[in-house]
């Protein structure tokens, strides 16, 4: 069915109330032959719903006008324009020919109905500002309570005053109701700048951070470009330690041969010696044998000939083993200042070897500090960025 020409105008926007457009249907039903003048009046400082007067067409000004009131709560719809506004009250007069009415017990459900609803919608928009962190002092006035009973004019029938009550009832809930919605966008537009304010301080923090980690990452590149000449050098050292080690060892074997082959020489020279006092003895025995048994001059010539002959012999001898000697000990003596000399060498390396052993450890140390450092920074970016802020910041900060 289509609906009346007022409620097809520039103020009208359809809802989910459909107690509200049966009603109005009902009243077209009623009214299909009169004339429609909308009359819209706004007031500011209360809220009311649209109030639709009819006017038969012989008294449109005298007081046989009867006003009904509908009062329509969009609690379920959610698709309802913003320029729905708080404070605007419409009057509709319509110019009745007919003598019908609108039946008053249904008037007063409707209202009942209403009133219910705009009290539902109160109380859920109050739970929900109190779980985003209000409370109900903060958006109700204790000292704008007003009496109901003192506002309700007297001489009245009991239905009409109970209509009255549950207008006056909605037209409070629908002030509280906009003080909610008005403390909640407050509420909603400080906390949007809080975000704000976190939000820039957090991207700062990233841009921080991430370039705390490229500096990080080139410190660790430069650490390990550090440890693999070190272990370069220390791999070179190591050789010329084990090619030191094999002279050393080629050392000590030729002075083990040396001294065998002195003791040998000693062991002759004794042994010519023992050799050269048993000729003395024997050449001392022919002598005495020579002069008991012969005299003579050419015997004796003889005997010194043969005596010289040994002399030189010995004399020889012994000069050469002397030469042999001599030649002996200087190997021995040179082969030792070579052991020496390279037990001093050894003992440099040696001393260099601990030395880049000792900064190869503090730069092992050092690099797994680093990366410790790196991976806890790592940690709270993720954080930081998983965690959603609420109500403050949070910081991290590395030492570089």
């Known amino acids: 069915e289509s609906l009346s020409p007022f409620l097809r105008g520039g103020?009208?926007?359809?809802?989910?109330?459909?107690?509200?457009?049966?009603t109005v249907r009902k009243i077209e039903k009623l009214n299909m032959d009169q004339e429609c003048c909308p009359h819209v009046q706004c007031h500011h400082h209360i809220v009311q719903e649209p109030q639709i007067i009819h006017v038969p067409h012989c008294q449109q000004s005298?007081?046989?006008q009867q006003v009904h009131t509908f009062l329509e709560s969009d609690s379920v719809s959610r698709n309802t324009e913003n320029e729905l506004?708080?404070?605007?009250?419409?009057?509709?007069?319509?110019?009745d020919d007919s003598p019908e009415k609108l039946d008053p017990k249904y008037f007063g459900e409707l209202l009942a109905d209403l009133n219910r609803k705009n009290t539902d919608l109160y109380h859920c928009l109050l739970e929900h500002l109190q779980r985003i962190g209000g409370s109900k002092q903060e958006f109700e006035s204790t000292n704008e309570s007003e009496d109901i009973e003192s506002l309700i004019p007297k001489g009245l029938s009991e239905f009409t005053k109970q209509q009255i009550r549950y207008i006056l009832q909605m037209r409070g809930m629908s002030d509280k109701s906009l003080r909610l919605v008005l403390s909640?966008?407050?509420?909603?537009?400080?906390?949007?700048?809080?975000?704000?304010?976190?939000?820039?301080?957090?991207?700062?923090?990233?841009i921080r951070f991430e370039k705390d980690l490229a500096f990080k990452e080139?410190?660790?590149?430069?650490?390990?470009?550090?440890?693999?000449?070190?272990?370069?050098?220390?791999?070179?050292?190591?050789?010329?330690?084990?090619?030191?080690?094999?002279?050393?060892?080629?050392l000590e074997e030729s002075n083990l041969t040396l001294q065998h082959t002195l003791s040998d020489m000693e062991y002759k020279l004794k042994e010519l010696e023992y050799c050269?006092?048993?000729?003395?003895?024997?050449?001392?025995?022919?002598?005495?044998?020579?002069?008991?048994?012969?005299?003579?001059?050419?015997?004796?010539?003889?005997m010194n000939e043969i005596g010289n002959h040994y002399m030189e012999m010995v004399k020889n001898l012994r000069m050469e083993k002397d030469r042999e000697i001599c030649k002996l000990r200087t190997?021995?003596?040179?082969?030792?200042?070579?052991?020496?000399?390279?037990?001093?060498?050894?003992?440099?390396?040696?001393?260099?070897?601990?030395?880049?052993?000792?900064?190869?450890?503090?730069?092992?140390?050092?690099?797994?500090?680093?990366?410790?450092?790196?991976?806890?920074?790592?940690?709270?970016m993720y954080l930081s960025h998983s965690q959603p802020s609420s109500g403050g910041r949070t910081t991290i900060t590395t030492k570089k």
């Open 11 to 22: 103020h009208y926007f359809p809802g989910n109330n459909v107690i509200y457009e049966k």
């Open 62 to 64: 005298h007081s046989s």
């Open 85 to 95: 506004h708080c404070g605007e009250s419409r009057q509709v007069i319509i110019q």
């Open 184 to 206: 909640t966008f407050s509420n909603i537009r400080k906390e949007l700048e809080h975000l704000q304010n976190d939000l820039t301080l957090l991207e700062n923090d990233k």
């Open 218 to 250: 080139t410190q660790i590149k430069e650490y390990e470009e550090l440890l693999a000449s070190v272990r370069a050098n220390n791999s070179q050292q190591q050789k010329s330690f084990q090619d030191s080690t094999s002279k050393c060892q080629a």
């Open 276 to 302: 050269k006092h048993n000729l003395e003895q024997e050449n001392k025995n022919l002598r005495m044998q020579v002069s008991e048994t012969h005299t003579g001059p050419i015997l004796q010539a003889k």
């Open 331 to 380: 190997q021995l003596n040179q082969y030792q200042k070579d052991i020496s000399r390279r037990d001093g060498n050894f003992s440099d390396f040696q001393f260099k070897f601990h030395e880049l052993k000792s900064l190869l450890e503090e730069k092992d140390s050092m690099i797994k500090r680093q990366s410790e450092e790196l991976s806890k920074l790592r940690q709270g």
